[in-house]
């Protein structure tokens, strides 16, 4: 059994869905784990034989028959992961999703007083309740995935996440919170045949009985990591390996490879700064973008790669994974035209390889990968 991680170099969106796919590919018995951020990541993987499916709640690998283990460093969406399920089963899949009974839910209260405060302060938040959820969390007003399953312990707790809301002084909408908690009560009856709720140590006690291969699928970008990005405009989450090695020392599972991922050119969605934004990148239109706009981030936003940008991520991951070996994959270099333009010490010049980018970032590489399109392999190179 092997493991790998699967980081993002920048604010997300850089690919890590297409890689997570690849890695799951190679294996035999695959397990994804996600270890970051929640139900707001957006993972968007095409198969070969032309499926589709943007990921949020099961893990990038599901197209290619992965499971998936979701850690309690994560939060849970009943409604989100009900509508997906569906979605999945409808392309003819039939998901598998174990959940750590101690991963916190998000609440219809949690998802509304999100979106009450990005239209307020414009941090660059999904509004799907991710930060809500965590800020709750971190003190008596807890909800549980374990609570899911008990209809009395259910009542108590979402009472409790409604008094927490009351304590703060936020109201909403009667009609549009009572619509939102019969969805969520729904959702949840869906949720309790249709997920596994497990815990860490049980689950991987004996994995390598059953997975030959954990592919430890990041989530967001390490430049909105709570530790290392640029507040307040960061997720309230370590996308770091730092929670995965944790969970991979835990459960005495094998040292992991870390794939970090990239765009070939910067991109952010939502507010908060990106550098050389002056500095459009040249590419061609492509159908397989699925970061359009919304009412919480407004469009993507694009710039020309700034490797010093890259190297700034890569030295706040080795604060926990140095001496790990490192893979460097470069994403839609498809879209490209012309000239493969980045920044280089704010200097503009060309790259022709994703291992002369490698080069210039600096470090012992392993391997390095191109991808061209969100369906394909990783190439060499």
């Known amino acids: 059994m092997k493991s790998s991680i699967v980081l993002g170099l920048g604010f997300g969106d850089e690919g890590k869905g297409v890689v997570t796919d690849w890695l799951c590919r190679q294996a035999q018995r695959p397990l994804v784990v996600r270890f970051s951020g929640g139900h707001q990541a957006g993972h968007t993987v095409v198969d070969g034989a032309g499926r589709s499916h943007v990921f949020s709640n099961f893990g990038a690998g599901t197209l290619a028959g992965a499971a998936t283990f979701w850690s309690s460093y994560c939060t849970f969406h009943p409604v989100g992961v009900a509508n ?9 899949l039939a998901p598998v999703l174990y959940v750590a009974g101690l991963a916190a839910v998000t609440t219809p209260y949690d998802l509304l007083y999100n979106r009450v405060l990005e239209a307020n302060q414009r941090h660059g938040s999904c509004g799907l309740g991710f930060g809500a959820t965590v800020a709750r969390h971190a003190g008596p007003h807890k909800l549980h995935v374990m609570d899911l399953f008990d209809d009395f312990v259910l009542e108590q707790k ?14 909403f909408a009667e009609e549009v919170l009572e619509q939102q908690l019969e969805d969520f009560y729904r959702a949840v009856d869906y949720c309790r045949t249709a997920i596994h709720c497990t815990c860490g140590r049980a689950h991987f006690k004996n994995a390598a009985d059953h997975y030959d291969s954990l592919i430890f699928e990041g989530s967001q970008g390490l430049l909105l990591d709570q530790e290392f990005g640029y507040f307040p405009h960061v997720t309230r989450a370590h996308v770091s390996s730092r929670n995965a090695l ?22 952010r969605h939502g507010n908060g700064p990106l550098t050389l934004e002056h500095l459009a990148p040249q590419l061609h239109p492509t159908p397989y973008e699925t970061n359009v706009h919304n009412p919480w981030q407004g469009e ?22 140095a001496g790990l070996a490192r893979q460097l994959v470069v994403t839609c270099l498809d879209q490209l035209d012309g000239p493969w333009w980045v920044s280089d010490d704010d200097r503009r010049t060309t790259l022709d390889t994703v291992s002369e980018l490698a080069h210039r970032l600096g470090g012992h590489w392993q391997n390095c990968y191109g991808n061209y399109g969100q369906a394909g392999n ?3 190179g």
Not at 158 to 171: D, E, F, H, I, T
Not at 248 to 263: C, S
Not at 300 to 321: E, G, I, K, T
């Open 300 to 321: 993507q936003r694009r710039s020309l790669l700034d490797l010093n940008q890259l190297r700034y991520a890569l030295s706040a991951d080795a604060q926990y994974a």
């Open 158 to 171: 979402l009472g409790s996440v409604a008094a927490y809301y009351r304590q703060l002084g936020v109201s």
């Open 378 to 380: 990783l190439v060499a």
């Open 84 to 92: 997906e399920h569906r979605a999945l089963v409808d392309l003819g």
């Open 246 to 267: 944790e969970m991979i020392r835990e459960y005495g599972l094998p040292e992991p490879q870390v794939f970090y991922v990239t765009r070939a050119y910067q991109t």
